[in-house]
């Protein structure tokens, strides 16, 4: 496989999986509620994000940093809102 056709790969797989984490987003924005999210989940989650985050950065892989990155910010706004809206629900 062509080195493009392999970043292009990498670009779709990352897109997919961020994107997979905006209706849990969505979620809690509009009901205010994170009862059901688990914490250390989210807490686990985020600190493997952020390590792949970084793994890619050594490697100077872009899918690998622009995917994480954004995932990155996610887990932590589901985290922010677990924090805050998750005794309620």
């Known amino acids: 496989m062509e080195k493009i ?17 905006l209706p849990q987003v969505i979620k809690i924005l509009k009901t205010r509620k994170a009862g059901d999210i688990s914490l250390y989940m ?9 390590l792949w985050m970084v793994y890619g950065i050594f490697l100077r892989e872009i899918p690998i940093i622009l995917a994480n990155g954004v995932t990155l910010v996610l887990c932590v706004l589901v985290l922010a809102m677990k924090i805050k809206y998750g005794k309620r629900g």
């Open 5 to 21: 056709h392999i970043g292009i790969l990498g670009l779709l797989a990352g897109a997919c999986t961020t994107v997979s984490f």
């Open 42 to 50: 989210y807490i686990i989650l985020t600190t493997g994000v952020f």
